[in-house]
């Protein structure tokens, strides 16, 4: 499905010609590529993450850049789990998991600050909690 968006266009066409994410990057920090199905359409969507990785499994985090409402994508990993992720070269099939608040999802929080540490401040500029989904093996 085509992006609406145009940046992200412009990454995922740049991932496509090389096939390798490391050409990509937000602000900076590597990410990793998305594939999941769209919670209304069923269709593929693709979407460049931040890359926070341990052990072989990925987080996926609802920031938004600290807007009230969810991406869109939150409401596609809630209705299909399922995804490919794309980290550098590599493709890693992998089941999303909410993580409720809790020793796990504080772990996983310290990853992703470290990783990317606007996080703490788009945090700090929403009431609501920031979803964050690991995606492991099944």
Do not use: C
Request: aromatic content about 8%.
């Amino acid at each position: 499905m085509p992006e609406r968006s145009e940046w992200v266009a412009r990454q995922l066409a740049a991932v496509d010609a090389a096939r390798d994410t490391s050409v990509a990057t937000i602000q900076g920090r590597p990410i990793v590529v998305v594939t999941m199905r769209g919670a209304r359409t069923g269709l593929l969507r693709r979407v460049p993450l931040m890359r926070v990785e341990h052990r072989g499994s990925y987080l996926a985090v609802a920031s938004k850049g600290g807007a009230p409402e969810h991406p869109v994508w939150f409401h596609n990993l809630r209705a299909h789990g399922d995804v490919l992720v794309q980290d550098g070269t590599e493709q890693h099939v992998r089941h999303a998991r909410l993580l409720d608040r809790g020793p796990e999802r504080d772990a996983w929080w310290e990853r992703a600050v470290e990783a990317f540490p606007p996080y703490a401040d788009y945090q700090r500029s929403t009431e609501r909690l920031i979803p964050v989904f690991v995606l492991e093996q099944a």
